[in-house]
Structure formats: C-alpha cells, structure tokens
C-alpha cells in the first residue's frame, strides 16, 4: 500500500467500518438520503462518527451541542450516545439541510431527543447566552470554519465546568500552518489553535486524521 494514496486510506477505513460498526448502525441510508436531496457529502466518515459516539459517551454527556447540522449524520452519531434523560441541540443555518436532517432523525427514531435548530448558528447562541437557561457538557463544532474562533468564545459562556469540546477540520490538508492558503478555512482553524493555545480555561490537543474524508483533524479540548 501507498502511504500516501487517499484510495488506500478511504479503503482502510472502508474495511474498518465494516468490521467495527454494524450493517444496522453504519447509516449508510442516512447518506443516502442526503445525496439524493442534494447536499454535499462534507458529514464526518462512519468511523469518525462512532468516535464521536465513543467520546460522549465516555464524557457521560446528557446535553449536547452541535454547531453544523448538514443532514445530521453526525448528530445521529452523537444522540445515540446520550441516556434517556440526555438532549442535545444542533444548529444549521440553511433551511433545506435542516429539514433533511429533521428527517433523518425522525427515522433514526431519536426526534425526541433531537432539537433541530435553524438559523446562524451565532444568532442561536447568542439567545442562548441571553438566555441563560441552557448549558451543555459536550459541544461537537463542525460549521463555516472562519468563524470557530468567535464559536469557541460562544461556546465557552455555555459550557459546564468538566465539558468536553470537539472541532473538526482543524487541519485541512496542511493549510492549518499556511500564511496564505487556499483553503481558507486553514486561517480559520489558526485561529481556532491560537485561541485555544492563549486560553487557561481549557487544555487542548490536536490529531491529524486520514481517512474518506482526506488528509484533516480533529481538535479536543476541556475545561479544566
Ligand atoms: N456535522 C455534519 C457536517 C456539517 S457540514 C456531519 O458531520 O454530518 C457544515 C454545516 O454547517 C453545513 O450544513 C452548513 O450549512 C452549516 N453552516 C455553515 N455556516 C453556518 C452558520 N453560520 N450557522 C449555522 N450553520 C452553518
Ligand atoms: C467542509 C466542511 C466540513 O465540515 C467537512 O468535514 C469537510 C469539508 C467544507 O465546507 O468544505
Ligand atoms: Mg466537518
């Protein structure tokens, strides 16, 4: 094998989903139903998904966020995780990709679980702020990366002591340490490291990842 061929990494991870996620659980019909309607397939792979599974539930989350909905793939991962008490909110800003994704969590069967909200993302969190009434102990951020910086200081007004913080596409294939990349989304996920470096509130790290999805990474942090 090619280390450095992105067939061989998508055929690993072909070969790990099989093996380590259930024909019933893999959701391929879920990705399915976003193509057919139209929506890009940017949602986190299968094995990454489940990961996010893994990560909640170790975390013993029962009030999630997630900022960037899509078709809800990964919040179907994520829900999964929660106890029969557990909720978590998602928020998309088109209004297609959220009911799409309304729809898929209503088959997955965890609509009750599930609060699909649309709008900015930024203007959700600030009535959330305002709002005072909701918080959350894990946060999965995963939508336009130029403003994950200004999600990250959102998000910490409406996080518990102890909660875990999750940002994908840090990495971007390398544009992550480009001075001008042509990912833009590389200064984004910068900015995203440098604030996160800056802050004594939180203790961070950052895997790069291969995989379907290409050469990206995931970002971690907790509130310490
Ligand atoms: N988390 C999904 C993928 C999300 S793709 C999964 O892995 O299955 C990024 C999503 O963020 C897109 O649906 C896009 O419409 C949404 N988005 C982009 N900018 C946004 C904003 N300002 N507020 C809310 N959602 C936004
Ligand atoms: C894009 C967004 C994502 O969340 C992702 O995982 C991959 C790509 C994008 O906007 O291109
Ligand atoms: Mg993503």
Redesign the pocket.
């Known amino acids: 094998m090619d280390p450095v061929d992105p067939q061989g990494w998508s055929e690993v991870d072909d070969f790990l989903a099989e093996q380590l996620i259930g024909d019933a659980d893999r959701l391929d019909w879920v990705l399915a139903h976003n193509h057919s309607n139209g929506l890009?397939s940017?949602?986190?792979s299968a094995v990454q998904g489940k990961m996010l599974m893994l990560l909640a539930r170790m975390a013993r989350a029962k009030r999630i966020l997630e900022i960037?909905t899509?078709g809800g793939f990964s919040t179907i991962w994520l829900a999964r995780a929660l106890p029969p008490e557990g909720r978590l909110v998602t928020l998309e800003l088109k209004s297609h990709h959220a009911a799409v994704a309304q729809d898929n969590i209503a088959k997955a069967g965890l609509a009750d679980f599930v609060d699909v909200r649309q709008g900015n993302a930024n203007d959700s969190l600030n009535a959330m702020i305002e709002g005072k009434k909701e918080s959350f102990d894990l946060v999965f951020v995963?939508?336009?990366?130029g403003g994950y910086a200004d999600y990250f200081e959102k998000v910490m007004q409406l996080a518990e002591p102890g909660a875990t913080l999750i940002f994908?596409?840090v990495v971007r294939h390398g544009a992550v340490i480009e001075d001008a990349p042509k990912d833009k989304?590389g200064l984004g996920a910068r900015g995203l490291v440098e604030a996160i470096a800056a802050d004594e509130r939180v203790t961070a790290t950052a895997v790069q990842t291969v995989g379907s999805?290409g050469w990206?990474g995931f970002l971690i942090a907790h509130l310490v």
């Open positions: 890009p940017i949602d986190v960037g899509l995963d939508a336009d990366k994908d596409n989304s999805k990206d």
